[in-house]
């Protein structure tokens, strides 16, 4: 009943307190890496372009910045069609 | 001057943003360690924006400031202003008509050095922002408290604070979270306690429940961890506790009864 409720008032929207976290997991890691949005989508293309120069890819890549604890890394996702 | 142990710990208390509670957590834990026997100094390092006077209701025993120490116009002794309630508890006076640059870094660490050999604890009230003032603030502490709300900007500053000080290669960086809402965590309004430390990456000093009570004792200039009744006070005392090396257990954080608000709204009690 309870949980009916909180649907209903809600209007199936996430907890404000997931919203801020999601953001904050997004800001954290651009701040503590000094990357902007701007930065990371230049990445992505520049990368893209490097490897389509030498190789054929296949699907969407991805290029992206993971933490794990306060340590980053740049996740490079890129399939290759095979032959 | 009684002083416990033959080292002294000095800690500072930063967080980035203003209006955390660094002010508030800085009367509260150096009037809780005074309680306890410790021979302990504060020193107000908002130069230009004072405020622990007011916090701490001495405001009306400063005669000299930190400044006019350095600068030989007054001894570290006589600028020493001696708290009313506890023997050994004393706050070194920020400056109120000068600014962050009236003050060097060597200059803190050289009156820090001064004061080590008299006390158990130096506690170092940082100012807002990460230029000069935290600077200063940073360059004479062995330990970093950290202060931040369970609040986006408040966690966003945070983080920086703490880049700053493992920069600063500050071993000993702990938070502290002031202002928090049970209720509203619960609710789904708020970041929690798991939230702050999976974000923030550091050891959890302590949680300080939003308490309205601290608004009343600021009015008085009476630190509220001297009145036990409230949550906010009990929890001062536990990071006090932590503070003195002992191992106590996070409170699980009660909501207010609904009698408890009750009794509140129509002013009852207290």
């Known amino acids: 009943m309870l949980n009916f409720l909180k649907r209903i008032f809600s209007n199936g929207q996430p907890s404000s307190r997931s919203r801020a976290n999601d953001r904050l997991r997004v800001v954290l890691t651009h701040d503590r890496v000094g990357a902007s949005n701007h930065l990371m989508e230049t990445l992505q293309t520049e990368i893209i372009a490097l490897i389509a120069r030498h190789m054929e890819i296949d699907g969407t890549p991805e290029v992206r910045l993971i933490t794990e604890g306060r340590h980053s890394a740049l996740d490079i996702s890129i399939p290759l069609k095979g032959r | 001057m009684a002083k416990k142990n033959p080292d002294c710990q000095v800690y500072v208390v930063t967080s980035g943003k203003g209006g955390v509670g660094k002010t508030t ?86 009156v820090c050095k001064e004061l080590r050999p008299d006390f158990d604890f130096i506690i170092i009230d940082c100012p807002a922002g990460i230029e000069k003032g935290f600077q200063n603030a940073i360059a004479a502490a062995d330990k970093a408290i950290v202060v931040t709300n369970p609040e986006v900007s408040a966690v966003r500053d945070a983080d920086r604070i703490i880049g700053m000080l493992e920069s600063a290669e500050f071993r000993d960086i702990k938070l502290l979270v002031n202002r928090i809402r049970p209720d509203m965590v619960r609710r789904g309004d708020m970041l929690s306690i798991e939230d702050l430390i999976e974000h923030l990456c550091i050891e959890l000093l302590g949680v300080v429940p939003e308490d309205s009570g601290v608004v009343i004792s600021t009015n008085r200039g009476e630190p509220i961890i001297l009145d036990e009744k409230s949550s906010a006070a009990q929890a001062f005392n536990n990071v006090v506790q932590r503070m003195m090396g002992k191992e106590v257990p996070f409170m699980t954080l009660q909501e207010e009864s609904f009698w408890g608000k009750l009794k509140r709204n129509f002013g009852f009690g207290r």
């Open chain 2, 25 to 110: 957590a800085v009367a509260n834990l150096s009037t809780g360690l005074a309680k306890q026997g410790y021979s302990v100094v504060v020193m107000d390092l908002d130069i230009g924006l004072k405020k622990l006077d007011l916090i701490l209701g001495l405001e009306n025993r400063v005669i000299y400031d930190i400044v006019q120490v350095v600068e030989g116009e007054c001894t570290l002794r006589q600028a020493l202003v001696k708290d009313k309630r506890f023997p050994d508890l004393f706050m070194l006076p920020a400056a109120q008509t000068r600014n962050k640059d009236d003050l060097t870094a060597e200059q803190v660490v050289e």
